[in-house]
Protein backbone atom coordinates (compact mmCIF):
# COMPACT_ATOMS: atom_id res chain seq x y z
CA UNK A 1 0.00 0.00 0.00
CA UNK A 2 2.96 2.32 0.63
CA UNK A 3 4.78 1.92 -2.72
CA UNK A 4 1.03 2.79 -4.56
CA UNK A 5 0.57 5.94 -2.58
CA UNK A 6 4.39 6.79 -3.74
CA UNK A 7 2.82 6.38 -7.55
CA UNK A 8 1.43 9.63 -9.23
CA UNK A 9 -2.25 9.95 -9.52
CA UNK A 10 -2.28 9.06 -12.81
CA UNK A 11 -1.05 5.92 -12.60
CA UNK A 12 -3.34 4.66 -10.36
CA UNK A 13 -7.22 4.19 -10.58
CA UNK A 14 -9.31 6.29 -8.45
CA UNK A 15 -10.73 3.34 -6.65
CA UNK A 16 -7.08 2.80 -5.69
CA UNK A 17 -6.44 6.02 -4.14
CA UNK A 18 -9.55 5.99 -2.48
CA UNK A 19 -8.53 2.72 -0.53
CA UNK A 20 -5.52 4.10 0.29
CA UNK A 21 -6.80 7.27 1.89
CA UNK A 22 -8.75 4.95 3.94
CA UNK A 23 -6.69 2.77 4.94
CA UNK A 24 -4.10 5.69 5.75
CA UNK A 25 -6.62 7.96 7.68
CA UNK A 26 -8.94 4.79 9.62
CA UNK A 27 -7.83 4.63 13.15
CA UNK A 28 -6.31 1.39 14.91
CA UNK A 29 -8.60 -1.08 16.59
CA UNK A 30 -8.77 -1.02 19.60
CA UNK A 31 -6.72 -4.02 21.41
CA UNK A 32 -6.72 -5.44 25.23
CA UNK A 33 -3.35 -5.32 26.83
CA UNK A 34 -2.36 -9.14 28.55
CA UNK A 35 -1.78 -9.94 31.86
CA UNK A 36 -3.48 -10.29 35.17
CA UNK A 37 -6.41 -7.46 35.81
CA UNK A 38 -4.90 -5.88 32.40
CA UNK A 39 -6.67 -2.87 30.83
CA UNK A 40 -9.37 -3.20 27.96
CA UNK A 41 -8.23 -0.57 26.57
CA UNK A 42 -11.76 0.52 26.12
CA UNK A 43 -13.32 -2.38 24.37
CA UNK A 44 -16.71 -2.95 25.43
CA UNK A 45 -17.38 -6.65 26.53
CA UNK A 46 -20.53 -8.04 24.27
CA UNK A 47 -22.27 -6.25 21.63
CA UNK A 48 -23.65 -2.80 21.89
CA UNK A 49 -27.36 -3.99 21.95
CA UNK A 50 -26.27 -6.98 24.58
CA UNK A 51 -28.90 -6.88 28.16
CA UNK A 52 -25.92 -5.61 29.82
CA UNK A 53 -24.70 -3.08 28.19
CA UNK A 54 -28.76 -1.76 28.09
CA UNK A 55 -29.34 1.69 29.53
CA UNK A 56 -32.23 1.34 31.76
CA UNK A 57 -32.64 4.56 33.17
CA UNK A 58 -35.70 5.00 31.80
CA UNK A 59 -37.24 1.53 32.31
CA UNK A 60 -40.62 1.00 34.35
CA UNK A 61 -40.40 -0.25 37.86
CA UNK A 62 -41.88 -3.40 38.80
CA UNK A 63 -44.89 -3.84 40.60
CA UNK A 64 -43.19 -5.20 43.07
CA UNK A 65 -40.48 -3.14 43.85
CA UNK A 66 -40.51 -1.95 47.42
CA UNK A 67 -40.97 -5.58 48.73
CA UNK A 68 -38.18 -6.95 46.27
CA UNK A 69 -36.05 -4.37 47.94
CA UNK A 70 -37.23 -4.65 51.25
CA UNK A 71 -36.18 -8.37 51.57
CA UNK A 72 -32.52 -7.42 50.99
CA UNK A 73 -32.41 -4.81 53.52
CA UNK A 74 -33.59 -1.16 53.37
CA UNK A 75 -31.08 -0.56 56.00
CA UNK A 76 -28.10 -2.58 54.68
CA UNK A 77 -25.15 -0.54 52.96
CA UNK A 78 -23.89 -0.60 49.48
CA UNK A 79 -20.50 -3.13 50.22
CA UNK A 80 -17.94 -2.97 47.53
CA UNK A 81 -16.71 -6.48 47.43
CA UNK A 82 -13.27 -5.50 45.68
CA UNK A 83 -10.20 -3.43 46.36
CA UNK A 84 -6.75 -3.87 47.03
CA UNK A 85 -5.57 -6.55 49.57
CA UNK A 86 -8.15 -8.59 52.48
CA UNK A 87 -7.35 -10.84 54.40
CA UNK A 88 -3.71 -11.17 52.88
CA UNK A 89 -5.15 -11.93 49.25
CA UNK A 90 -6.12 -9.61 46.77
CA UNK A 91 -9.76 -8.02 47.25
CA UNK A 92 -12.06 -8.83 44.67
CA UNK A 93 -12.83 -11.22 41.76
CA UNK A 94 -9.25 -11.12 39.52
CA UNK A 95 -8.87 -11.61 35.71
CA UNK A 96 -6.59 -12.15 33.22
CA UNK A 97 -6.37 -11.42 29.46
CA UNK A 98 -4.35 -14.25 27.37
CA UNK A 99 -3.46 -14.45 23.70
CA UNK A 100 -5.46 -16.23 21.06
CA UNK A 101 -2.39 -18.96 21.42
CA UNK A 102 -2.65 -19.42 24.88
CA UNK A 103 -2.28 -23.49 25.49
CA UNK A 104 -5.49 -24.71 26.47
CA UNK A 105 -5.81 -27.38 29.13
CA UNK A 106 -8.80 -30.10 29.88
CA UNK A 107 -10.87 -29.43 33.14
CA UNK A 108 -12.27 -32.48 34.90
CA UNK A 109 -15.82 -30.97 35.90
CA UNK A 110 -18.04 -31.74 39.36
CA UNK A 111 -21.04 -30.29 37.32
CA UNK A 112 -20.30 -31.44 33.55
CA UNK A 113 -23.38 -31.80 32.55
CA UNK A 114 -24.23 -27.94 32.93
CA UNK A 115 -20.77 -27.20 31.97
CA UNK A 116 -18.96 -26.09 28.57
CA UNK A 117 -16.40 -28.79 28.12
CA UNK A 118 -13.24 -26.67 26.98
CA UNK A 119 -10.06 -26.88 27.04
CA UNK A 120 -9.55 -23.70 29.07
CA UNK A 121 -6.65 -21.41 27.89
CA UNK A 122 -5.72 -21.15 31.61
CA UNK A 123 -2.06 -20.34 32.78
CA UNK A 124 0.49 -21.71 34.56
CA UNK A 125 -0.14 -19.97 37.86
CA UNK A 126 -3.96 -17.92 37.24
CA UNK A 127 -4.90 -15.60 39.54
CA UNK A 128 -7.59 -17.31 41.72
CA UNK A 129 -10.15 -15.49 43.49
CA UNK A 130 -9.03 -15.18 47.56
CA UNK A 131 -5.39 -17.02 46.34
CA UNK A 132 -4.24 -19.96 46.04
CA UNK A 133 -4.77 -21.35 49.57
CA UNK A 134 -8.70 -19.75 49.20
CA UNK A 135 -11.86 -22.02 50.67
CA UNK A 136 -13.97 -19.85 49.16
CA UNK A 137 -15.46 -19.66 45.21
CA UNK A 138 -11.94 -19.88 43.44
CA UNK A 139 -13.22 -18.62 40.34
CA UNK A 140 -10.61 -17.81 37.51
CA UNK A 141 -11.58 -15.70 34.77
CA UNK A 142 -9.86 -15.76 31.12
CA UNK A 143 -10.27 -13.36 28.68
CA UNK A 144 -8.86 -14.12 25.34
CA UNK A 145 -8.17 -10.86 23.41
CA UNK A 146 -7.48 -12.37 19.88
CA UNK A 147 -10.84 -14.42 19.82
CA UNK A 148 -12.72 -11.99 22.32
CA UNK A 149 -14.27 -14.87 24.09
CA UNK A 150 -14.10 -15.11 28.07
CA UNK A 151 -13.62 -18.51 29.82
CA UNK A 152 -14.70 -18.50 33.37
CA UNK A 153 -14.37 -21.47 35.73
CA UNK A 154 -15.77 -21.81 39.79
CA UNK A 155 -14.43 -23.75 42.34
CA UNK A 156 -10.99 -24.27 40.61
CA UNK A 157 -8.40 -26.57 42.20
CA UNK A 158 -5.08 -28.27 40.71
CA UNK A 159 -4.38 -31.55 40.70
CA UNK A 160 -0.44 -32.50 39.66
CA UNK A 161 -0.55 -31.50 36.28
CA UNK A 162 -4.26 -31.64 35.82
CA UNK A 163 -7.39 -29.06 36.98
CA UNK A 164 -10.70 -29.65 38.22
CA UNK A 165 -13.48 -27.53 38.56
CA UNK A 166 -17.09 -27.14 39.89
CA UNK A 167 -17.97 -25.57 36.86
CA UNK A 168 -17.26 -23.66 33.54
CA UNK A 169 -18.71 -21.81 30.67
CA UNK A 170 -17.02 -20.35 27.74
CA UNK A 171 -18.53 -16.89 26.18
CA UNK A 172 -18.66 -15.67 22.57
CA UNK A 173 -18.08 -12.06 23.26
CA UNK A 174 -19.61 -11.21 19.51
CA UNK A 175 -22.64 -13.04 20.24
CA UNK A 176 -25.76 -12.59 22.54
CA UNK A 177 -26.45 -16.10 22.96
CA UNK A 178 -26.98 -17.09 26.91
CA UNK A 179 -26.91 -20.21 28.19
CA UNK A 180 -29.29 -23.02 27.65
CA UNK A 181 -32.14 -22.74 29.74
CA UNK A 182 -31.56 -24.17 33.51
CA UNK A 183 -27.86 -24.07 33.65
CA UNK A 184 -25.41 -22.70 35.50
CA UNK A 185 -22.25 -21.19 34.16
CA UNK A 186 -19.37 -20.41 37.03
CA UNK A 187 -21.97 -18.52 38.86
CA UNK A 188 -25.27 -19.31 40.28
CA UNK A 189 -26.88 -17.19 38.21
CA UNK A 190 -25.66 -18.72 34.42
CA UNK A 191 -24.37 -15.26 33.81
CA UNK A 192 -20.82 -14.04 33.27
CA UNK A 193 -19.13 -13.12 35.49
CA UNK A 194 -16.39 -10.76 33.99
CA UNK A 195 -18.71 -7.92 32.08
CA UNK A 196 -20.39 -7.45 35.68
CA UNK A 197 -17.26 -6.58 37.45
CA UNK A 198 -16.08 -2.79 38.42
CA UNK A 199 -12.39 -2.56 36.90
CA UNK A 200 -9.94 -0.57 37.47
CA UNK A 201 -9.04 0.67 33.95
CA UNK A 202 -12.36 1.52 32.84
CA UNK A 203 -12.75 3.99 35.80
CA UNK A 204 -9.46 5.11 36.10
CA UNK A 205 -8.55 5.02 32.66
CA UNK A 206 -11.18 5.58 30.66
CA UNK A 207 -13.28 7.34 33.61
CA UNK A 208 -17.07 5.67 32.70
CA UNK A 209 -18.48 2.50 33.36
CA UNK A 210 -20.91 1.44 30.48
CA UNK A 211 -22.70 -1.87 31.49
CA UNK A 212 -24.52 -3.18 34.62
CA UNK A 213 -22.61 -4.72 37.64
CA UNK A 214 -22.57 -7.70 39.51
CA UNK A 215 -24.00 -7.70 43.37
CA UNK A 216 -24.92 -10.65 45.14
CA UNK A 217 -27.78 -11.75 48.00
CA UNK A 218 -28.72 -13.89 51.39
CA UNK A 219 -31.69 -14.83 49.79
CA UNK A 220 -33.07 -15.29 46.43
CA UNK A 221 -36.34 -17.62 45.22
CA UNK A 222 -36.55 -20.52 42.86
CA UNK A 223 -36.80 -18.15 39.66
CA UNK A 224 -34.94 -16.48 36.86
CA UNK A 225 -35.28 -14.19 34.61
CA UNK A 226 -33.48 -13.39 31.47
CA UNK A 227 -30.25 -12.40 31.13
CA UNK A 228 -30.09 -15.31 33.81
CA UNK A 229 -30.75 -18.87 32.95
CA UNK A 230 -30.36 -20.47 36.76
CA UNK A 231 -31.54 -19.97 40.05
CA UNK A 232 -30.05 -21.51 43.08
CA UNK A 233 -33.02 -21.80 45.84
CA UNK A 234 -35.63 -23.74 46.96
CA UNK A 235 -37.95 -21.17 48.36
CA UNK A 236 -40.98 -19.84 46.23
CA UNK A 237 -41.66 -16.43 47.99
CA UNK A 238 -42.59 -13.89 45.34
CA UNK A 239 -40.98 -11.60 47.78
CA UNK A 240 -37.20 -12.91 47.06
CA UNK A 241 -35.37 -11.46 43.93
CA UNK A 242 -34.80 -14.13 41.25
CA UNK A 243 -31.64 -14.42 39.70
CA UNK A 244 -30.91 -12.27 37.54
CA UNK A 245 -33.19 -9.51 38.88
CA UNK A 246 -32.03 -5.80 38.01
CA UNK A 247 -31.89 -2.44 40.18
CA UNK A 248 -30.75 0.74 39.55
CA UNK A 249 -29.56 3.48 42.23
CA UNK A 250 -32.82 6.07 41.88
CA UNK A 251 -32.35 8.92 39.94
CA UNK A 252 -32.94 11.55 42.90
CA UNK A 253 -29.92 10.15 44.93
CA UNK A 254 -27.30 12.72 45.51
CA UNK A 255 -23.80 11.46 44.14
CA UNK A 256 -22.28 14.97 43.81
CA UNK A 257 -20.17 14.53 47.72
CA UNK A 258 -18.39 11.44 46.34
CA UNK A 259 -14.88 10.71 45.39
CA UNK A 260 -14.13 10.30 41.80
CA UNK A 261 -14.22 6.32 41.50
CA UNK A 262 -17.21 6.60 43.40
CA UNK A 263 -19.48 8.58 41.47
CA UNK A 264 -18.46 6.79 38.81
CA UNK A 265 -19.60 3.62 40.02
CA UNK A 266 -22.59 4.84 41.25
CA UNK A 267 -23.21 6.90 37.72
CA UNK A 268 -23.31 3.19 36.12
CA UNK A 269 -25.47 2.37 38.57
CA UNK A 270 -28.40 4.67 37.90
CA UNK A 271 -27.93 4.66 34.06
CA UNK A 272 -27.14 1.12 33.83
CA UNK A 273 -27.93 -0.80 37.42
CA UNK A 274 -26.82 -4.00 38.67
CA UNK A 275 -28.25 -7.62 38.75
CA UNK A 276 -28.66 -10.25 40.77
CA UNK A 277 -25.99 -12.48 40.48
CA UNK A 278 -25.23 -15.17 43.50
CA UNK A 279 -26.15 -16.12 46.58
CA UNK A 280 -23.57 -14.05 48.80
CA UNK A 281 -23.98 -11.26 51.70
CA UNK A 282 -26.52 -8.35 50.73
CA UNK A 283 -26.03 -5.74 48.54
CA UNK A 284 -22.29 -6.84 47.84
CA UNK A 285 -20.90 -5.38 44.42
CA UNK A 286 -18.36 -7.17 42.60
CA UNK A 287 -15.21 -5.90 41.51
CA UNK A 288 -11.59 -6.67 40.37
CA UNK A 289 -8.97 -6.16 43.02
CA UNK A 290 -6.15 -3.93 42.02
CA UNK A 291 -3.14 -2.58 44.14
CA UNK A 292 -3.99 1.30 42.58
CA UNK A 293 -7.45 1.35 44.18
CA UNK A 294 -8.15 3.76 47.03
CA UNK A 295 -9.92 1.70 49.55
CA UNK A 296 -11.45 4.52 51.26
CA UNK A 297 -12.59 6.21 48.58
CA UNK A 298 -14.65 2.55 47.70
CA UNK A 299 -15.18 2.61 50.96
CA UNK A 300 -17.80 5.60 50.63
CA UNK A 301 -19.96 3.13 48.42
CA UNK A 302 -21.22 2.09 51.62
CA UNK A 303 -23.12 5.72 52.29
CA UNK A 304 -25.63 4.03 49.79
CA UNK A 305 -28.17 1.85 51.39
CA UNK A 306 -30.91 -0.57 50.36
CA UNK A 307 -33.34 2.02 50.16
CA UNK A 308 -31.85 3.87 47.22
CA UNK A 309 -32.46 1.28 44.86
CA UNK A 310 -35.49 0.39 42.88
CA UNK A 311 -35.87 -3.12 40.64
CA UNK A 312 -36.54 -2.09 37.02
CA UNK A 313 -39.85 -4.17 35.44
CA UNK A 314 -38.78 -7.69 34.92
CA UNK A 315 -39.73 -9.94 32.04
CA UNK A 316 -41.08 -13.90 32.33
CA UNK A 317 -40.14 -15.37 35.59
CA UNK A 318 -39.06 -19.04 35.16
CA UNK A 319 -39.53 -21.37 38.33
CA UNK A 320 -38.58 -24.59 36.27
Given at each position: M??LL????W????????????A???????RA??????????????PAD?????DIS???????S???????????????D?G????????????VV????QP????H??Y??????G?Y???S????????????D????ML?????K?Y?????HR????????S?????L??N?LR???W?????????????????D????Q?E??????F??????R????????F???????????????????????IT?????A???L??LK????I???N????F??G?P?MRW???????L????????E??????V???
Amino acid sequence: MQNLLRLPLWSVGVGAVALCIIARSAPQQKRADLGVGASLRGVRIFPADNAWNKDISREPLDPNSDRLIASIGLQKPLHPDFGTVWNGAPAGIPYVVVAGNQPKVPIHFEYADESDPGPYPIPSNPPIEGGEKSDGDRHVLMLDRDNWKLYELYSVHREGAAWKAGSGAIFDLKSNKLRPAGWTSADAAGLPILPGLVRYDEVMEQGEITHALRFTIVRSCRAYVSPATHFASRSNDANLPPMGMRVRLKAGVDITGFPKEAQITLRALKKYGMIVADNGSDWFLSGSPDMRWNDDNLNTLKRIHGRDFEVVKMGDVTTK
